[in-house]
Nanobody, 127 residues
Framework: QVQLVESGGGLVQAGDSLRLSCATS????????MGWFRQAPGKERECVAA????????DYANSVKGRFTISRDNAKNTVYLQMNSLKPEDTAVYYC????????????????????WGQGTQVTVSS
């Protein structure tokens, strides 16, 4: 079992930055690929960023490329999402998720591929 706890959300103005953190506990963190998803009211949950077990591979939704950066610190069992130049359309609940894999450099962007989820953290961007 893996427990995920997100933090770092809040209310910011357009153009501001936030860094989300996802602390994990339980099984070996480094054997999990990680992803950040978000869900806005009335919309599907979408993957905004994903990172491989190794940390060597990442992928981003087109809407956040160049503004968001996903990273991980396997020694601290934590994955981060640095969000810069925030826009009102980034407003959503952000979730981190973990996918157990033996594929060291593979990223996963499909919601159905993830085994464990955090409770979510609200990000609100005002215009």
């Amino acid at each position: 079992q893996v427990q995920l706890v997100e933090s770092g959300g809040g209310l910011v103005q357009a153009g501001d930055s936030l860094r989300l953190s996802c602390a994990t506990s339980g099984r070996i963190f480094s054997s999990y690929a990680m992803g950040w998803f978000r869900q806005a009211p009335g919309k599907e949950r979408e993957c905004v960023a994903a990172i491989s077990w190794s940390g060597a591979s990442t992928d981003y939704a087109n809407s956040v490329k160049g503004r968001f950066t996903i990273s991980r610190d396997n020694a601290k069992n934590t994955v981060y999402l640095q969000m810069n130049s925030l826009k009102p359309e980034d407003t959503a609940v952000y979730y981190c998720a973990a996918h157990h894999t033996t594929m060291v450099h593979q990223v996963f962007t499909s919601r159905g591929e993830y085994d464990y989820w955090g409770q979510g953290t609200q990000v609100t961007v005002s215009s």
